[in-house]
């Protein structure tokens, strides 16, 4: 109704042209950006673990070679299987 001194309406809830609809959208707006951060950090997350499920498997040669590497078999083991499985 009234200017005050600085140019404000002062009746009621409306003092300093917030009013409850002012802050109902202010809320609004915040829940909206949260839930936009939440959906996107989701959505990276399950791209990163979807991945994990797309590593191709290991061939028999691979296993032989982490096998012979990790020192499970000896030389001669390694070398006979790797024959057999090259035939």
Known sequence: MFNNQYGFESNGFT???FGV???LMIVGIIL???AIVYFVTKAIQNIG???AYAKIPLSAVDILDERF???????EEYR????????
């Open 49 to 51: 673990s979807n991945m």
């Open 15 to 17: 003092g300093f042209g």
């Open 32 to 34: 909206t950006m949260f």
């Open 21 to 23: 609809p002012h802050i």
């Open 69 to 75: 590497a990790n020192g499970e078999i000896s030389e």
């Open 80 to 87: 006979v299987s790797i024959d057999q499985l090259l035939r």
